[in-house]
């Protein structure tokens, strides 16, 4: 029998995050505390199925050549999957600390060994080289025989309840071909900068701009440049993948994440293919919660390649404007005196290696 929801995670050096994000889906799903909550939607037997239903999903993890003891540790989990054991998350703390088993099980947590509930298959691929985001999803997407296909990033932590009300609203709304949950920041806050809008002269001209930025993070400007989130599910442009939910037969009629993106705008360009195909709407579920550290595979790149990092973001974000045929020209324009007022800024911050890294930026927008 098929499972109802199939998880896919991409993991590239990320262990620690890694472990942690499993650590919450483990406990997701063996909680049954989150349904009384689901209780003011009217539907608690719905739920109450869905919950029931999601507990045998199947977790599809793909390393992309990880050096980071990534692959020790996904081997070790993938070996303990075999060993079912339901009841070792849903103790409550103070049962913990009175059980010696339960003790052991927690110290086994944090040396990187889960209990897995049972009903959990747990699929691992280990790639010999970095295929990037798109290629690696699509090997899960491939392989994943759940009615939902869920991306998932590393570097999230699944909140109670979460996955139901994702997968309820689908089940619930049979035009809407993909949600993603409120994308929260580890303070609680909302991270807005995953809803934008689909790529305009707005974004290029202020949101990139350090000195105008505030503009549309800060004033009514925002909405040109970000969707409209409110508390109730809210149809948006497009969704990020840090955290994707759709249908599989979306899935099988886009097929999956175009592969010509190694890294950045692939979720643009799936949102933007929906939308086009007239495959139903894109919509956030705010009432489910992911939290988001965000950048747990690029932080570290970023900060060490600076130059490389935003050359591949921009070099992505024009692979997106020519496959859907947007007035390059226009964007160069409008880009380079962005590149120009960034490179003088960090001047007169006295920043002279980020300076000359905004001056390559704008070289390279006439020359590739």
Request: hydrophobic letters at 40%; one cysteine or more.
């Amino acid at each position: 029998m098929s499972p109802l929801l199939s998880i896919i995670i991409v993991n590239y050096n990320t262990k620690d995050l890694l472990q942690q994000c499993l650590n919450s889906l483990f406990e997701a799903v063996n909680s049954k505390s989150q349904i009384p909550c689901l209780r003011r939607q009217g539907n608690y037997k719905q739920y109450q199925n869905l919950n029931d239903q999601i507990q045998n999903m199947e977790i599809i993890i793909i390393d992309n050549n990880s050096h980071d003891g990534s692959k020790e540790f996904l081997k070790e989990l993938n070996s303990k999957s075999q060993i079912p054991n339901p009841k070792s998350q849903i103790l409550n703390k103070k049962k913990r600390r009175k059980s010696q088993n339960d003790s052991e099980s927690e110290n086994n947590r944090h040396s990187g060994i889960f209990s897995i509930p049972q009903g959990i298959a747990i699929k691992t691929i280990f790639n010999k080289t970095n295929l990037g985001f798109a290629k690696a999803n699509n090997q899960g997407i491939r392989i994943a025989r759940g009615k939902y296909i869920l991306l998932l990033n590393s570097d999230t932590i699944v909140k109670k309840g979460a996955l139901e009300k994702m997968v309820g609203y689908l089940e619930k709304h049979g035009d809407v071909a993909a949600v993603s949950p409120r994308l929260l920041n580890p303070d609680g806050s909302f991270q807005q900068r995953y809803y934008m809008r689909f790529p305009n002269l707005w974004q290029m001209a202020f949101y990139h701009s350090l000195a105008g930025r505030w503009l549309v993070t800060a004033t009514p400007l925002k909405w040109l440049v970000f969707s409209q989130v409110s508390k109730m599910p809210t149809p948006v442009e497009q969704l990020p993948g840090a955290a994707l939910l759709a249908r599989r037969t979306v899935w099988q009629k886009t097929k999956g994440l175009d592969e010509d993106y190694f890294f950045f705008f692939e979720d643009v360009d799936w949102s933007y293919r929906v939308k086009k195909l007239g495959l139903g709407k894109l919509v956030v579920v705010p009432a489910a919660e992911i939290i988001h550290f965000g950048g747990g595979s690029w932080k570290n790149w970023k900060m060490k390649e600076r130059w490389q990092f935003y050359r591949r973001y921009f070099a992505s974000l024009f692979l997106f404007l020519r496959k859907h045929h947007y007035p390059l020209w226009l964007y160069r324009l409008v880009l380079s005196f962005t590149f120009l007022g960034n490179a003088f800024a960090q001047l007169l911050r006295e920043r002279l290696t980020r300076a000359k890294v905004q001056w390559r930026l704008w070289r390279w927008l006439w020359d590739f």
